[in-house]
Nanobody
Framework: QVQLVESGGGLVQAGGSLRLSCAAS????????MAWYRQAPGKQRELVAG???????TYADSVKGRFTISRDNAKNTVYLQMNSLKSEDTAVYYC???????????????WGQGTQVTVSS
């Protein structure tokens, strides 16, 4: 019923930039919270940044000042602009969204398939 398609991951040198995108499609009535998480090898998945429908944002302390989350409600898409990348940013990045489907009264959390970001030092 809902597909989340992520793109933009890859290999970049330390200090470089990448922009991740996550587009939602399907029988969508409304998208509420949208967020990016990441999981490095041997570590738990952690919240990187989140954005509410009104545009208010939250960031992990480790990425504040370097990453920017944004969304395009018309395109059902969330972005993560990552600047000044460090080796410790290497992880699989996952998109997470809270979506209410057409005809449904409540929302459900959906996850993307993940995109690898590798930062070489």
């Amino acid at each position: 019923q809902v597909q989340l398609v992520e793109s933009g991951g890859g290999l970049v040198q330390a200090g470089g930039s990448l922009r991740l995108s996550c587009a939602a499609s399907g029988s969508i009535a409304s998208i509420y919270y949208m967020a990016w998480y990441r999981q490095a090898p041997g570590k738990q998945r952690e919240l990187v940044a989140g954005i509410h429908r009104d545009g208010s944002t939250t960031y992990a302390d480790s990425v504040k000042g370097r990453f920017t989350i944004s969304r395009d409600n018309a395109k059902n898409t969330v972005y993560l602009q990552m600047n000044s990348l460090k080796s410790e940013d290497t992880a699989v990045y996952y998109c997470n969204t809270n979506i209410r489907l057409l005809g449904w009264g409540s929302s459900t959390s959906y996850w993307g398939q993940g995109t690898q970001v590798t930062v070489s030092s």
